[in-house]
């Protein structure tokens, strides 16, 4: 079989179906050439790296399939994927690129013409070393991207840069090893010298010097992976606060319930938006109820209620929703002890403080007094958390100032943690990937237990031994980020699930 001895070519469309001014079909691997020859019969190949046009035949026939199409050529290993690539730039229409889709695999090669598997084309950059795996998994963010914080993180760490830091470590965990397996072999004729546990000591001082370096990028990963699945935020308030009507102005459209009977927001409903370029799931609770008023609670308000301070407890930021109330005595803001309970349960998360209904309240600004009421019965809340807003008067009084607070917050939630390294480095740490995050807590658990072992005097060649175990352990959790090097293991099972996003023809 003439096919054994060579890779697949595979071809796929790049660019969304349907139709479109242009259409892009990439092809690679070995037959690039054949199908250029079948589908441009007697013109000169393409230059390398040079937009050609073309007129694209049906193989084997003088039949145009498209009269101009933009040829570009780029031969390997100089290219996306290390193979010989070819990129056909076809006009959008949905007959051409099914036309061109058809006659590719007719092409006279002796190499096999397949159409992509998802991830195909990345799949062989990665073979052919011309992406590291922390590359690919920060393509499936740039292809995933929404907002412009999300684009900003993923585009930080597209470069090879992470994979290096990791390989650093790797390499210092690998010298730190070496060194102690000198030692074993030293102590097999004498006992520990002076000169031994010096060296002892200072492999050590570098493993504790290197885990402090990745409990910071493990700190930064986490605030990434907040800007990759959103930031979540809770709102909690008494019923008939205003919560609702508050997510649906943040919102801007009615996507939520909004109901002067207290009580009809009875589930929590998520939804995703874009603040200020942050990802954010809003969630909207069943209120909570106000004493005296709790005896009347329905099962399923119960089941509400439950779920409502559950999903507090998940935010990220806590949004206390407080509202002026008609009383006899005029208008007041009540802050129920219920509310004040769950601000001290959430306590180390951010909270921000909104009283809605200002329009109930003579003057638009909230007295003093209410602010200092605000602050004593909510310890712990930073200046400058409470604003007013109004959510029924026309333009939404005061809700751009809070959305504004809410985007501050979010900023000093998500700017990374520096140290001694420099600030790049950190920049990097938060395109790290959730997977890169736990593979790197591995690492660290490998390091506690090696220091744990080195704590004490060694005193057996055994110690040593099993000392450079817990190291050959946290070297290889870092060979399984990067995929390459000592105990990787499969990167297959790695890739199949970051290939699960990629479309065909990436
Ligand atoms: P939730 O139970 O906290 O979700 O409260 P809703 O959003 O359902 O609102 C309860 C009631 O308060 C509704 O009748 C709203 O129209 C009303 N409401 C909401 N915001 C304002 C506001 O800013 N001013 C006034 N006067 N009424 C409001
Ligand atoms: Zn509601």
Same mark, same amino acid.
């Given at each position: 079989?003439?096919?054994?001895? $060579?890779?697949?070519?595979?071809?796929?469309?790049?660019?969304?179906?349907?139709?479109?001014?242009?259409?892009?079909?990439?092809?690679?691997?070995?037959?690039?050439?054949?199908?250029?020859?079948?589908?441009?019969? $007697?013109?000169?190949?393409? #230059?390398?790296?040079?937009?050609?046009?073309?007129?694209?035949?049906?193989?084997?026939?003088?039949?145009?399939?498209?009269?101009?199409?933009?040829?570009?050529?780029?031969?390997?290993?100089?290219?996306?994927? *290390?193979?010989?690539?070819?990129?056909?730039?076809?006009?959008?229409?949905?007959?051409?690129?099914?036309?061109?889709?058809?006659?590719?695999?007719? %092409?006279?090669?002796?190499?096999?013409?397949?159409?992509?598997?998802?991830?195909?084309?990345?799949?062989?950059?990665?073979?052919?070393?011309?992406?590291?795996?922390?590359?690919?998994?920060?393509?499936?963010?740039?292809?995933?991207?929404?907002?412009?914080?999300?684009?900003?993180?993923?585009?930080?760490?597209?470069?090879?840069?992470?994979?290096?830091?990791?390989?650093?470590?790797?390499? %210092?965990?690998?010298?730190?090893?070496?060194?102690?397996?000198?030692?074993?072999?030293?102590?097999?004729?004498?006992?520990?010298?002076?000169?031994?546990?010096?060296?002892?000591?200072?492999?050590?001082?570098?493993?504790?010097?290197?885990?402090?370096?990745?409990?910071?990028?493990?700190?930064?990963?986490?605030?990434?992976?907040?800007?990759?699945?959103?930031?979540?935020? =809770?709102?909690?308030?008494?019923?008939?606060?205003?919560?609702?009507?508050?997510?649906?102005?943040?919102?801007?459209?009615?996507?939520?319930?909004?109901?002067?009977?207290?009580?009809?927001?009875?589930?929590?409903?998520?939804?995703?938006?874009?603040?200020?370029?942050?990802?954010?799931?809003?969630?909207?609770?069943?209120?909570?109820?106000?004493?005296?008023?709790?005896?009347?609670?329905?099962?399923?308000?119960?089941?509400?209620?439950?779920? =409502?301070? #559950?999903?507090?407890?998940?935010?990220?930021?806590?949004?206390?929703?407080?509202?002026?109330?008609?009383?006899?005595? *005029?208008?007041?803001?009540?802050?129920?002890?219920?509310?004040?309970?769950?601000?001290?349960?959430?306590?180390?998360?951010?909270?921000?403080?909104?009283?809605?209904?200002?329009?109930?309240?003579?003057?638009?600004?909230?007295?003093?007094?209410?602010?200092?009421?605000?602050?004593?019965?909510?310890?712990?809340?930073?200046?400058?958390?409470?604003?007013?807003?109004?959510?029924?008067?026309?333009?939404?009084?005061?809700?751009?100032?809070?959305?504004?607070?809410?985007?501050?917050?979010? #900023?000093?939630?998500?700017?990374?943690?520096?140290?001694?390294?420099?600030?790049?480095?950190?920049?990097?740490?938060?395109?790290?990937?959730?997977?890169?995050?736990?593979?790197?807590?591995?690492?660290?658990?490998?390091?506690?237990?090696?220091?744990?072992?080195?704590?004490?005097?060694?005193?057996?060649?055994?110690?040593?031994?099993?000392?450079?175990?817990?190291?050959?352990?946290?070297?290889?959790?870092? =060979?399984?980020?990067?995929?390459?090097?000592?105990?990787?293991?499969?990167?297959?099972?790695?890739?199949?699930?970051?290939?699960?996003?990629?479309?065909?023809?990436?």
């Amino acid at each position: 079989d003439p096919h054994h001895d $060579s890779p697949n070519t595979i071809f796929a469309l790049s660019t969304a179906a349907g139709k479109s001014a242009i259409a892009v079909v990439r092809i690679s691997g070995p037959a690039c050439m054949d199908i250029f020859a079948s589908l441009c019969p $007697s013109t000169s190949p393409p #230059k390398p790296r040079r937009a050609t046009l073309r007129t694209l035949y049906r193989p084997h026939t003088n039949e145009i399939l498209d009269p101009g199409s933009i040829v570009l050529y780029f031969p390997g290993p100089r290219s996306v994927t *290390g193979e010989d690539t070819l990129e056909l730039h076809l006009h959008g229409g949905p007959a051409i690129v099914r036309a061109v889709l058809g006659a590719i695999p007719q %092409a006279h090669s002796r190499h096999r013409i397949v159409y992509a598997e998802p991830g195909e084309f990345t799949r062989r950059a990665f073979a052919n070393e011309r992406l590291t795996l922390p590359q690919i998994e920060a393509l499936g963010d740039i292809l995933s991207a929404a907002t412009e914080q999300q684009r900003i993180q993923s585009v930080r760490s597209s470069t090879s840069a992470l994979s290096q830091r990791y390989e650093g470590w790797r390499a %210092a965990l690998i010298a730190a090893r070496g060194e102690l397996e000198a030692l074993i072999d030293f102590s097999e004729d004498q006992q520990f010298e002076t000169s031994s546990s010096e060296l002892l000591r200072n492999v050590v001082v570098a493993v504790e010097r290197l885990r402090g370096v990745l409990k910071g990028h493990v700190a930064n990963a986490m605030k990434g992976e907040m800007l990759r699945s959103g930031i979540s935020l =809770a709102l909690v308030g008494a019923p008939n606060a205003g919560k609702s009507s508050l997510l649906n102005r943040v919102v801007g459209r009615e996507a939520v319930i909004v109901s002067g009977e207290a009580g009809t927001t009875r589930d929590v409903v998520d939804l995703s938006v874009d603040l200020g370029g942050f990802m954010v799931v809003l969630g909207d609770t069943a209120g909570l109820r106000v004493g005296d008023v709790a005896e009347g609670v329905g099962e399923i308000e119960k089941e509400g209620i439950k779920r =409502a301070k #559950k999903r507090v407890m998940e935010g990220d930021v806590v949004v206390v929703v407080l509202s002026v109330e008609e009383t006899a005595d *005029g208008p007041q803001i009540k802050i129920s002890p219920e509310v004040c309970d769950v601000v001290r349960e959430v306590a180390g998360k951010e909270i921000i403080v909104v009283v809605n209904k200002m329009d109930l309240l003579p003057g638009a600004t909230l007295p003093r007094e209410v602010l200092d009421k605000i602050a004593t019965s909510m310890p712990g809340l930073p200046p400058g958390r409470v604003f007013g807003i109004s959510c029924t008067t026309e333009a939404g009084a005061g809700i751009q100032e809070f959305l504004n607070g809410l985007i501050t917050i979010f #900023k000093e939630m998500t700017s990374p943690v520096s140290s001694s390294a420099s600030s790049d480095d950190w920049h990097e740490s938060i395109g790290a990937t959730e997977r890169q995050r736990l593979l790197v807590e591995e690492c660290i658990e490998s390091l506690d237990s090696f220091l744990a072992h080195t704590s004490s005097e060694l005193e057996e060649e055994t110690d040593v031994v099993v000392a450079a175990e817990e190291l050959r352990m946290a070297a290889e959790a870092l =060979a399984k980020i990067t995929g390459r090097g000592e105990g990787a293991g499969d990167v297959e099972e790695v890739l199949g699930v970051v290939f699960e996003k990629f479309c065909v023809g990436k």
